[in-house]
């Protein structure tokens, strides 16, 4: 049976992810489920917006001995003239 142009295509499968748990709360339904696994992550925002709060959820959330956590943080001023 030929297809008809209104019939849809198959969309193709797309592979699952492994997720990680955020530890916070009701972000994971926001990001669909968890961070991916093995991906990088940068978390951005102004002064007191809860940044270092929330990697450390995730970084405790996730970090076993066999996986540790790796935490960088660096600190950027604004140059005056």
Do not use: C
């Given at each position: 049976?030929?297809?008809?142009?209104?019939?849809?295509?198959?969309?193709?499968?797309?592979?699952?992810?492994?997720?990680?748990?955020?530890?916070?709360?009701?972000?994971?339904?926001v990001l669909g489920g968890g961070l991916p696994a093995l991906s990088f992550n940068v978390i951005a925002g102004g002064?007191?917006?809860?940044?270092?709060?929330?990697?450390?959820?995730?970084?405790?959330?996730?970090?076993?001995?066999?996986?540790?956590?790796?935490?960088?943080?660096?600190?950027?001023?604004?140059?005056?003239?």
């Amino acid at each position: 049976m030929a297809e008809t142009h209104s019939q849809k295509q198959a969309t193709p499968k797309r592979p699952s992810l492994k997720l990680l748990d955020t530890g916070v709360p009701g972000l994971n339904d926001v990001l669909g489920g968890g961070l991916p696994a093995l991906s990088f992550n940068v978390i951005a925002g102004g002064p007191g917006s809860g940044k270092t709060t929330l990697t450390m959820h995730l970084l405790f959330a996730n970090a076993t001995a066999a996986r540790p956590g790796l935490f960088i943080t660096l600190l950027g001023e604004a140059r005056h003239r």
